[in-house]
């Protein structure tokens, strides 16, 4: 018994005369790892937003977590997590203040934000730097953070943009740790990514070409699709069509 | 030469892009120097007077006639005692108050001698002063003409001649004024954030890391600027004669030529600012609040400079648009030749050379 | 109340981490609030004078001693003529010319009456218009002199006189400080709160980090009153340093009640700052924002009725005075704090601020939004 948490019907949203995003439908269970993908320009980013309740669609329909994208954003809001392609935590902040500050605002109790920032500091390594500012840190240690703190209001669902873009491959094995090790506390994982590997982890990927979503499935699934060993080689028979782009 | 061309293109670019920036920038000049031309006046005008008339006679009467047609005063005539009277100022509504003691006019004529009380709120020293005057010469005229009848002997009449700016127009001391002071703050900013700007969000380095020159890179950011600027100064200029009737005496050239070398001055003065400085909020500060109300003072269309004590007076040598607020004044109002101002410029000149030669020094040690 | 509590600490440790910012926001107001007043001085002495004096006699002698001896001229020449003089005009070495015509002596007494020229350089209208009433005024009493010597006095004056008592309440010696500084307090005041407030929600906006914000659930009143009462008290630190240094430097101490005058600026704090976040919804960049403020500065600051007085503004821009914040604080504080005005006093003013703050900072929640369409 698969429970929905993310259902869209049509979804589209314009800017004037074009289409950023058009009439994308699709639904994600919870636990799932989805992954999002597609090229530069193709629409991902505004789809996100737009599941997130940051910004009214154009048409067509989507539920989070029950709760509808026009009327209930800020219920959307309160079960969801986020991070959003460009880094956002605060950098004159240091690791404890912006944990302490994020768990505040999602309503953790006193005791639940010292248990919570012990244990993601744990899980982080972090032990050494809690004292320092945010903007010191390396980048992948900043992402890993952005990451914990999306998820420390333990939401339903959580919505990562690129989350290891410019990040070593090390450190993308472990942020996609971190990845799972939610997935396997419930929380349904949204991500978008670049790299094709990364789509190797996911339960089921989507594509996107030019606001559309052109192939939806589970990666080994899509591989047969389309006569690909690779989920790379996939993607690039899909989006070599597109017109958008950089 | 053809690197930096591409440079000044890639900065234009920038700052076209910006609409909203782009059209303040224009925008606020103009509308300033409309505002403040015609709004901002040192003249003392409609101010609140009570007029307290213990006497009720014909004298009164005729001085209460003269002071109600006058344009400086709005008059109410009530009675009050001393305590009430203090209560209407500290409402603050009334600037000065008249009380004409009992029997005015009897003790005039009997005794020769009669006194009137003139009491000023003098928290604004400035217009208690002002008051003052007006009131005394409206009194002296009607003193002057119950006298008429009687011949006074040994007349000495001063003929007073108001040069450059016979009904005491606002426009002709604040239009240079507000230009350097506009010009000054916003070249200063804009440079200096645009600067910043691209050292917080890392641009900076890839420029600099780039085959050309950094002091060009430098320099390549604050030509759009000066185009800005001058554009503005195009409009100010326009603004001042068709709109606040203030003609340009003095050579058109000479005005645009010593306009451009303040604009380099404060270019050279954001520059400088933006080396020494890492955030743009940091620069915002300095070049706002740090620089908002001393250029406003030390120009000199507020404030006599001369009446400052001597360590401000050294001071204000070194605000930039002090020296501009003298030349545009110069050319502008007073029709003068660039022989009257040659001191001034040369000032600029010196500023302008400083500014460059501290910040490619700052520059180059930031960069070793 | 708890997310407030959260967001307030936030933006306190933001403000108190970045020193360089911090000791700007408290240094520079005070630097400038010591020097400025002594900069701001109205006052007209040292009025540059230049005498043509084409009689040379006693009497233009006796005149013009009269005339330097006042304290209010400065002698800066002799010349011999009227191009001469003027060339003094023209490079702002002399502000006034006298001209004493020839046989100004000899004509005075044969005809009874006599001219004396006086030219004003009166680009700047204030110094012109009293510097001429001064030099009339000397001249006058001159007149009135020479004719007491000229006259063997009747036994009974046959020409009245109208004594004029003048009493300068509340800056008896006609103090520039006293005027100032309240005044320069104010706009100190109101360029911190302004600036800061202008530039902090933008400046979330250009880091990226009000996306995190406005993905949760958290209210929009309470992210603005997390915003706002920070710079509000702030913006009550720097004033009450200002009245310190005011006191200290000056010796001005406020005559007034004291609850009033912060009531006054707590009231007045919240308008500007609503303003500021205003324009913090309105722009993208710091950049933008900074303009638009200083547009509105400049509006502020030359029309707030401190250096040019706002009744003498034609009707138009008197309504645009009225609806400046800073002219109501302007007057305010010298009610208060020069005058010893009452609550019920400035109750008028009080009046108008808030509905300015209310005004203004429901407009900037209204504007702010989390969802974009």
Known sequence: ?246 | MKQFITFVKKEFAHVLRDKKTLFILFGMPVMQILIFGFALTNEIKNSQLVIIDNSHDVATQQIITRIEASRYFETEKTMMDAHEMESAFQEGNIKMALVFPANFNETLLHENKAQIQVIADATDPNTANMLSNYVSSIIGDYQQDLNKTMEVPYRIIPEIRMLYNPQLKGAPNFVPGVMALVLMLVCVMMTAISIVKEKETGTMEVLLVSPFKPVLVILSKAVPYLFLSLVNVISILLLSVFALDLPINGSLLLLFAESTLFIVVCLALGIFISIKTDSQQVAMLISLMGMLLPTMLFSGFMFPIENMPMPLQVISNLVPSKWYYIIVKSIMIKGLGFSAIWKETLVLVAMTLFLFGISIKNFKIRLA | MRTIRFLLQKEFRQIFRNKTILAMIIVMPTIQLIIMPLAADYEVKNINLAVIDNDRSPYSQQLISKITSSGYFKLRGFDASFNEAFKLIESDKADLILEIPAHFERNLIRENEQKLFIAVNAINGTKANLGGAYLATIIRNFNGELRTQLIIPPKFNPIPQIEIVSSNWYNTHLNYHIFMVPGILAILVTMIGGFLAALNIVKEKEAGTIEQINVSPIKKHHFILGKLIPFWVLGNVVFTIGLLVSYIIYGIAPVGNLFVLYGFIGAFLLAVLGFGLLISTYTETQQQAMFIMFFFMMIFILMGGLFTPIESMPLWAQWIAHLNPLSYLIQVMRMIILKGSGFRDILPHLGIVMLFALVLNTWALFNYKKTSA
């Open chain 1, 1 to 246: 018994m698969k429970e929905t948490v993310i259902s869209t019907s049509a979804l589209t949203k314009r800017f004037g005369d074009f289409v950023a995003v058009n009439e994308i439908s699709f639904d994600v269970y919870k636990g799932e790892v989805f992954g999002f993908l597609g090229a530069n320009g193709a629409g991902k980013t505004t789809a996100m937003r737009m599941l997130c309740g940051l910004s009214i669609p154009s048409s067509g329909n989507a539920s989070i977590a029950g709760f509808d994208v026009y009327r209930q954003t800020e219920d959307i809001k309160k079960h969801i997590g986020y991070m959003s392609q460009k880094f956002s935590l605060y950098e004159d902040l240091t690791v404890l203040e912006n944990i302490r500050f994020f768990g505040g605002i999602y309503g953790l109790s006193n005791q639940q934000l010292r248990l919570k920032a012990e244990e993601l500091i744990e899980q982080l390594g972090l032990q050494k730097e809690t004292k320092k500012l945010v903007g010191s840190l390396p980048l992948g240690w900043k992402q890993k953070l952005s990451f914990s703190v999306a998820v420390i209001h333990q939401p339903k669902i959580v919505f990562l943009d690129e989350p290891t873009g410019g990040v070593d491959p090390v450190t993308r094995r472990q942020f996609w740790d971190l990845i799972y090790q939610a997935a396997d506390n419930g929380v349904t994982v949204f991500v978008t990514t670049h790299y094709m590997d990364e789509a190797e982890y996911c339960g089921r990927v989507s594509i996107m070409v030019d606001g559309k979503i052109e192939a939806l499935d589970t990666p080994g699934n899509l591989k047969k699709q389309f006569g690909s060993d690779s989920m790379d080689d996939v993607f690039y028979k899909l989006a070599r069509g597109a017109k958008r782009g950089e």
